[in-house]
T-cell receptor, first 109, second 115 residues
């Protein structure tokens, strides 16, 4: 089983729509969870950390479910600029982040 | 805004040649990393570096690879005797703290093409 798995998508949604997707992780010892955004052929950039109680940052909501070992990202009121690949990243209290392969979101006008 | 800078942005080399990829991390950061991304695949951890030594490395980071912080600003990745499968985007990253925050700041990457 892969360490971090994501639905690759693509999720093709109209502007203003809500889109949500999950990421599962295999190691129950994982401590820290993050969503990164990667635009085509660019570097990953941190979108938000994911906390146990769930957290929001503007139109973005992240949730963590430790029992089922997944995290989720929900994007409300999608904008054209939200089109990107969203990378889930997990850390096991060591010096590396393990990334998923990414979920591609395309927002159309 | 401080940023991680990488050079070169693109390097083409012949199989068997040595390449050095250079990075200037954010100045007050203490942890440095190299990741790579083969086209169409996920971002993969190579190595982390702290206090002038490797703190962790992946199985990808074999004897072909080495890292160095030759001075107070540069952080380099050397790939000896490149292979075709080394073709990838190599991202340098730095962070102020270690594992707990996960906020890595990535450079724009160095694309390596091995012919």
């Amino acid at each position: 089983r892969k360490e971090v798995e994501q639905d690759p998508g693509p999720f093709n949604v109209p502007e203003g729509a809500t889109v949500a997707f999950n990421c599962t992780y295999s190691n129950s010892a994982s401590q820290s969870f993050f969503w990164y955004r990667q635009d085509c052929r660019k570097e990953p950039k941190l979108l938000m950390s994911v906390y146990s109680s769930g957290n929001e940052d503007g139109r973005f909501t992240a949730q963590l479910n430790r029992a089922s070992q997944y995290i989720s990202l929900l994007i409300r009121d999608s904008k054209l600029s939200d089109s990107a690949t969203y990378l889930c990243a997990v850390n096991k209290r060591d010096y590396k982040l393990s990334f998923g392969a990414g979920t591609t979101v395309t927002v159309r006008a | 805004e401080p940023e991680v800078t990488q050079t070169p942005s693109h390097q083409v080399t012949q199989m068997g040649q040595e390449v050095i990829l250079r990075c200037v991390p954010i100045s007050n950061h203490l942890y440095f990393y190299w990741y790579r991304q083969i086209l169409g695949q996920k971002v993969e951890f190579l190595v982390s570096f702290y206090n002038n030594e490797i703190s962790e490395k992946s199985e990808i980071f074999d004897d072909q690879f080495s890292v160095e912080r030759p001075d107070g600003s540069n952080f380099t990745l050397k790939i000896r005797s490149t292979k075709l499968e080394d073709s990838a985007m190599y991202f340098c990253a730095s962070s102020l703290t270690g594992w707990s925050t996960g906020e890595l700041f990535f450079g724009e990457g160095s694309r390596l093409t091995v012919l």
